[in-house]
């Protein structure tokens, strides 16, 4: 065949490429590695009590002090810890920390990893205040933290601290800006393994005036969902507890607007005055509120041209001494799970459209699963021997919060994945790095 | 007619074995204008017809001895003569048997000494016997070096330019006129100089003497010089087995060190004996080993007999009149040396490289039509010049480059390549050190082409990025050059063969290398087409002789000193060679003639770039890695369109026509389907090899293979069969109606022009902002290269922006140079797992791992993840020191350093600790660990004893010590330098074996000899 030669050459090109194409294998040169973050709970200050909610009695967890690598486990799901923060490996489920006085105040929040910034809108500095901001190094090297705040009538210098590895501080809220009452701080660490975190606890001399934890929020921005705010209803004869408080900052240099919207199960409105408020840049201003609901909790969402920080405060009435709940802002619902053994918090859902499902996992091992759909705002009482939560989908848009009632006191706890899993490049050696 | 009948002249004609050239001779004597009072032969026992030549003549002969000398016969002569009168002007004429002069040669040798009384020697011009207008002498003088000076260019040609009476130093003793009795008060000439040189001897003490020594130029005479090219043996005492040269030498030797001033002849020495050595280099590389022998030897000989120089400088010393110094003007001064020999040396270029054609016009001035005289035969038009296609492709290649470089002036990095350092001497310590401060450290052998590029630093005045940037700029002229040179072969037609060059020097690979820094693609885009160029004859390879093989066997391992895979195809190319040969059932003798020139071009080159190329074998992935760092090629389905991807590559829309051509011209019925079989096949080699992923120089992730040079050999094959074809199919084309084939030639040439468009057109806009550029910012921060090698590990996201990725590396303070990827070493597991943990945040132990392997910082270049920066933060063990917009810095805790002691109480300290080797002091009995990569060659040295040496946990290199005092550290470089020696004499016996062979004097045929 005269033209034998060249086709054989033919094919032979079309072999190695069939066989090279078949032998390269999709090389992705970047491994990760994935891995859960410790989270870190807050210490237990002098005269209060807590308890960490955990998922599993294996869980293993060091105290914040210990140098070592070493850890143990916890061997219940729900450990009272009497003065250390804790460094947890929670391995996805984020433990619960509830604290509380007796008699005076209650309060939860999440144990999370380190934060990259942390706003806490809430707390106040004036001669009620007896609150305290924490800040953690769980890290082994010494961190260096700046510390913002903003008050309503100015924004203060910044406040850099050192914290020595494995270790803690916290600092008296009235320190942060004497005399001012509406605060808004802003930690931002610049080295190291740095969480933070807020107890705003106010009283006037031996009265105690009440308290929570404020939880923090990542960074400003022009659209906030505060997804669980308590709303007490009166009693039969009995007067409305208060009204709620809004509290708001635009830390940019620009003044700017905003508008609140009520999310309830009575339907969605602006209260009165809320609508295109103007606020000064760089001052924290307050806004009292009181929608006329029926329902236990609603959920509002601020929206402004510029970023914001805000977040609630509703004064509570729980066995028969005041207390008081900050509702902070969380960021959009993802996958994930929660320890909540010990409490039975009913989780709001706030949302133009909201459909979750949610899976119980009980203290004796069996699964509950519910499915919560609704729109603007859906409840969701978590059963009271449930160890963990776990929200295994969620339509996009949808936020949620917790709200705890126990004796001591009321407190709303944001539902944010406080471990989630960290995916990490490995890195690779390469030369390359050194050639421009 | 005779002037004056005051002088009486003797002709003294000399014979041995002249027979060639003495009718002419005696016909020249009998035929003078004024004839020689009296001639007197001597002949020294010629073999041949010489006796009886001059008895026919008449001439009374003295016979003498075979084994005397030229002095000696003269002097033979002169006794037989009748005695000298006091007053008389008697001189003695010295006449050669290879010497005929003019008939006026003695009339005018008279007549210039006629009013010249203070002549004792007078000599005429010497022309060629073969050429007659090839000028020989004019008066002759001795080089410091030893050489005979004539002051005239080779081959050069008498148009009267010397013309004139000149005092010299001497003159040949052919045709020499000499006053008889300063002859005889001078003694003659010296016994020891039976032969040569003994008319510069004669004549440099004829000069001390007082007396003045002439050439003139109206004399003239015609010298065969047939001693001194060897056209008759040399049979005199002294000539050691018949050698003209050795006796020339040694008795050059003998001239300066007898005649020169004393203080003179230490420098003397010193000349002759470096120059001797250069010559015999000289003989040897073109292959005369007799000739280097003769120019040793001839001094050796000399120096072990100084007792002949001192006896000879004593009798000088009594015949001086005036200070030795009065020659020195007649010495020729060194610059005019330098000056003729670089004059030759150009020549000889010239000539090779722009022969002298042969005329094939007529002379205008063979013209019949007188009119035509005045009319120009030449006229200069620039536009004339535009139109010569070669010319213009030049031109617009240059510009094209120079916009696509408008990025690269200046010192050039990135991409493949990395930075060069200031000056060659780096290159050349790269090379031979056995220890390379890379990583941490390694004792790979260097390849052989950073001695290349060293050696071609040379030529920048050892500025190596200087050369790296010309060779950049350059590159592209360069490939269309060789390309040109092998298609000019292929077609006369240069419409087809420059377009053609022109597409090969912008072919996608060609584009990608310069991009992207690939140097051996480039160097093999050069040389790839001068491989057909020096092998003509692949299947019969025994046709082209050893010294061709030898040439390509040069080209080869100068190609596998920058890559590797050079031998996979050679063995591919020569094993399928070799195995056709087999199959062929050639006779034995044949087989054999042609195994062992295809084994000698397989083994060869790659024995030539040992030991590179032999730990390879331990390395396999070093057969597919190119020079400098570890990029990514491109996919299978661009290398299979001829373009080898990448960074910095052409576009994929950017569609060659190589592949379209190669298949074309597989079906083609002429010898383009020859190279569209090779160029296939280099294509089928590049799409399997694009696949395989390899891990090297220093790059711990697997790479898809760079096949830029296997794509150069389908490049090229394409470009000749595409070449071949337009050639063949032109006349074809126009001849014929139309078929397909005007539409496959059209569907071709549009697909050409439009890849033309589309890769000028890229290469000058986005194709600029390439990877390599020039003055880019340095990676390490100054204040890091502050402290002496001090070992940082060095985070960064590389890569491009949809896929960076975070890679790391250990830096010695400093930015890597060019040919440190190549000896980079792999890294150590442990600091791997410590790097990321570092990074994943779980590294609790990092700081520990890092401050045994003595690494002192780590720095996080800018951009990087804060997220990154945080977790190192909060790990224990590293201080931050510095955040800058460079990055941070954070120190590593603990003592760390590249010494360290650790006593015997455990205390740790750091010693001092130099680049490589150190000398130090240790308080006590310890520990020392050098955090380098454990190799046989460290070596701790204490009171002259060697320390124990042994492996830590870390498999760091430590050395056990007993007691206090002063230690020296040492990498033991020994086998490494047996190997450069060994590489050194294989390099210079190639490069000899290839060279042109010089041809013995005897060798040269009559006609080139003047």
């Given at each position: 065949m005269k033209f034998k030669k060249p086709l054989l050459f033919l094919a032979a090109l079309v072999a190695s490429f069939l066989v090279a194409s078949a032998l390269t294998t999709v090389s992705n040169p970047n491994n990760y590695s994935e891995s859960y973050p410790a989270v870190v709970c807050p210490p237990t200050l002098n005269g209060l009590t807590s308890q960490i909610s955990i998922s599993s009695r294996k869980t293993q967890y060091q105290r914040l002090e210990n140098r070592s690598s070493k850890t143990l486990p916890f061997k219940a799901l729900r450990f009272p810890v009497s003065k250390d923060s804790l460094v947890i490996s929670a391995q996805g489920t984020t433990p619960l920390i509830w604290q509380s006085r007796t008699g005076s105040w209650a309060g939860g929040t999440m144990c999370s990893g380190p934060s990259a910034a942390a706003w806490f809108v809430g707390g106040t500095a004036n001669v009620t205040s007896r609150g305290r901001l924490i800040l953690i190094n769980s890290g082994l090297s010494d961190a260096i933290v700046d510390i913002q705040s903003y008050t309503e009538n100015a924004k203060q210098p910044i406040k850099s601290v050192n914290l020595k590895s494995k270790n803690y501080i916290q600092l008296s809220l009235d320190s942060l800006a004497p005399g001012d009452k509406a605060l808004a701080v802003q930690v931002i660490p610049r080295s190291g393994r740095v969480n933070a975190f807020m107890i705003d606890e106010q009283g006037a001399g031996l009265k105690a005036l009440g308290g929570d934890f404020v939880n923090s929020y990542p960074n400003a921005s022009k659209e906030l969902v505060i997804p669980a705010i308590p709303n007490q209803l009166p009693k039969k004869g009995e007067k409305a507890s208060g009204a709620h408080t809004l509290r708001i900052l635009t830390p940019g240099d620009v003044n700017t607007t905003f508008t609140l919207e009520v999310l309830s199960a009575d339907g969605k409105f602006i209260p009165v005055g809320m609508s295109s408020r103007s606020i000064d840049a760089g001052v924290v201003s307050e806004f009292s509120f009181e929608p006329k609901i029926s329902a236990s909790a609603f959920a509002v969402r601020i929206t402004s041209p510029e970023p914001i920080v805000a977040s609630v405060s509703s004064s509570v009435t729980i066995s028969r001494h005041k207390d008081f709940v900050w509702s902070t802002a969380t960021p959009p619902l993802t996958p994930m799970s929660v320890a909540v053994t010990g409490l039975s918090p009913l989780i709001a859902f706030a949302g133009e459209s909201i459909a979750v499902k949610v899976q119980a996992k009980l203290v004796n091992g069996k699964t509950v699963s519910a499915s919560v759909k609704g729109s603007d705002i859906a409840t969701w009482r978590v059963p009271a021997n449930a160890r963990s939560i776990t929200i295994v989908s969620s339509s996009k848009g949808v936020f949620a919060g917790a709200l705890i009632a126990s004796t001591n006191g009321y407190g709303f706890i944001p539902i944010v994945n406080g471990s989630a899993l960290t995916r990490v490049e490995v890195p690779n050696s390469n030369i390359r790095v050194l050639n421009p | 007619m005779a002037v004056t009948d005051r002088h009486l002249v003797t002709a003294i004609v000399v014979t041995h074995d002249g027979e060639t050239w003495l009718p002419a001779v005696v016909a020249a004597l009998a035929s003078q204008t004024r004839p020689a009072d009296q001639i007197i032969a001597v002949d020294t026992a010629s073999n041949d017809s010489s006796t009886k030549l001059i008895k026919a003549a008449r001439i009374p002969l003295i016979a003498a001895d075979r084994d005397c000398g030229f002095g000696d016969a003269v002097a033979l002569a002169v006794a037989k003569m009748p005695k000298h009168i006091e007053g008389n002007s008697e001189w003695i004429w010295l006449i050669h048997d290879d010497c005929a002069p003019t008939p006026t040669a003695l009339e005018k040798l008279l007549e210039a000494i006629e009013d010249r009384p203070q002549v004792a020697m007078a000599g005429p011009k010497l022309l060629g016997w073969h050429d007659r207008t090839h000028i020989l002498e004019a008066g002759i003088s001795i080089a410091g070096n030893g050489a005979r000076w004539t002051g005239l260019e080779t081959d050069e040609y008498d148009q009267g330019q010397h013309d004139g009476v000149h005092d010299v130093l001497s003159v040949s003793t052919a045709g020499a006129l000499i006053r008889r009795d300063i002859f005889e008060e001078l003694g003659g000439f010296d016994s020891n100089l039976s032969l040569f040189r003994d008319d510069i001897d004669f004549g440099w003490r004829a000069r001390v003497a007082g007396h003045g020594v002439i050439a003139t130029t109206a004399a003239v005479a015609h010298h065969a010089q047939a001693s001194a090219s060897e056209r008759r043996s040399v049979d005199v005492n002294g000539a050691f087995l018949h050698r003209p040269l050795l006796l020339d030498r040694r008795n050059a030797a003998y001239v300066l060190l007898a005649n020169s001033s004393w203080w003179m002849i230490p420098w003397l020495s010193i000349q002759l004996l470096a120059s001797a050595m250069a010559r015999a280099i000289g003989y040897l590389l073109a292959k005369l080993p007799g000739y280097a022998a003769d120019e040793l030897l001839a001094v050796a000989t000399l120096i072990i007999k100084p007792a002949e120089i001192v006896k000879a400088r004593k009798l000088r010393k009594t015949q001086?009149?005036?200070?030795?110094?009065?020659?020195s003007s007649y010495i020729p001064p060194r610059w005019s040396q330098i000056r003729l020999s670089a004059a030759r040396i150009a020549e000889v270029i010239r000539a090779r490289v722009i022969p002298v054609p042969e005329s094939s016009s007529p002379s205008v001035l063979n013209s019949l039509e007188e009119e035509d005289l005045l009319v120009p035969t030449q006229r200069f038009q620039i536009s004339k010049l535009l139109k010569n296609p070669a010319i213009f492709g030049y031109l617009l290649l240059g510009i094209i480059t120079l916009i696509q470089s408008r990025?690269?002036?200046?010192v050039l990095n990135g991409g493949a390549l990395s930075a060069s350092p200031s000056g060659a001497r780096d290159l050349w310590g790269l090379y031979f050190e056995?220890?390379?401060?890379v990583g941490m450290g390694s004792s790979h052998a260097s390849p052989a082409w950073i001695a290349v590029v060293a050696l071609a630093s040379t030529l920048f005045l050892g500025k190596a990025p200087l050369l790296i940037t010309v060779f950049f700029l350059a590159a592209p002229l360069l490939i269309m050059w060789s390309a040109h040179t092998f298609l000019r072969k292929l077609s006369k037609n240069q419409f087809i063969t420059i377009p053609a060059s022109f597409l090969y020097a912008l072919s996608p690979v060609a584009l990608a290398s310069v991009n992207s820094g690939r140097l051996a693609t480039l160097v093999a885009l050069i040389i790839a087409p001068q491989i057909p160029m020096i092998l003509s004859n692949w299947k019969q390879v025994?046709?082209?002789n050893w010294r061709r093989i030898y040439a390509l066997t040069i080209l080869l391992a100068v190609l596998t000193s920058f890559t590797l895979i050079t031998t996979l195809v050679s063995l591919g190319v020569i094993g399928f060679a070799i195995f056709n040969d087999y199959n062929e059932k050639l006779e034995k003798p044949l087989f054999l003639a042609r195994l062992y020139k295809r084994l000698t071009l397989l083994i060869f080159p790659f024995i030539l770039v040992a030991p590179y190329s032999f730990e390879a074998l331990a390395r396999p992935a070093r057969f597919l890695a190119e020079p400098g760092l570890n990029l990514a090629g491109g996919s299978t389905a661009l290398v299979l369109s001829g373009n080898p991807g990448g960074a910095g590559s052409l576009p994929?829309?950017?569609?060659?026509?190589i592949l379209l051509l190669l298949v074309i011209a597989l079906f083609s019925s002429s010898n383009a389907r020859s190279f569209a079989q090779i160029g296939i096949s280099f294509l089928c080699a590049a799409v399997l090899f694009s696949s395989i992923l390899i891990t090297v120089h220093g790059n711990s992730a697997g790479t898809r293979t760079w096949v830029g040079t296997l794509l150069v050999g389908a490049t090229l094959a394409s470009v000749a069969a595409g070449v071949l074809i337009l050639d063949r199919l032109r006349t074809v084309l126009i001849a014929s109606n139309i078929h397909y084939r005007h539409i496959l030639a059209g569907l071709l040439l549009i697909i050409t022009a439009l890849y033309s468009f589309s890769c000028v057109g890229w290469s000058v806009t986005a194709g600029a902002d390439s990877p390599v550029q020039s003055n880019m910012k340095r990676v390490m921060p100054a204040f890091l290269t502050a402290e002496a090698d001090t070992k940082t590990l060095v985070l960064r996201e590389v890569g491009a922006e949809s896929a960076k990725s975070i890679q790391y590396y250990i830096s010695r303070g400093e930015d890597i140079s060019l040919g440190e990827p190549d000896v980079a070493p792999g890294q150590v597991r442990e600091i791997e797992i410590a790097a990321q943990e570092l990074i994943d945040g779980s590294g609790i132990s990092s700081s520990q791992v890092f401050s045994s392997y003595g690494i002192k910082y780590v720095f996080v270049k800018n951009p990087f993840s804060r997220n990154v920066i945080r977790t190192i933060d909060g790990l224990g063990g590293f201080a931050r020191t510095s955040a800058t917009s460079a990055g941070v810095v954070w120190r590593v805790t603990g003592v760390t350093g590249r010494i360290i002691f650790t006593a015997k109480d455990g205390t740790r300290s750091l010693l001092e600790a130099g680049e490589v080797g150190a000398r130090t002091t240790v308080n006590g009995p310890g520990t020392i660990t050098l955090t380098e990569t454990f190799d046989r060659s460290w070596q701790i040295l204490q009171n002259g004893y060697r320390l124990d040496r042994a492996k830590d946990e870390q498999s760091l290199p430590q050395f056990q010590v007993k007691e206090a005092g002063e230690i020296s550290l040492l990498h033991d470089g020994t086998i490494r330098r047996g190997w450069l020696s060994l590489q050194l004499i294989a390099w210079t016996l190639v490069i000899i074996l290839a060279a042109p062979a010089g041809r013995r004097k005897r060798e040269i045929s009559e006609k080139e000899l003047a």
């Open positions: - | 001086r009149l005036v200070s030795a110094r009065v020659i990025n690269r002036f200046g056995s220890w390379h401060q025994e046709t082209n994929w829309w950017a569609l060659s026509p």
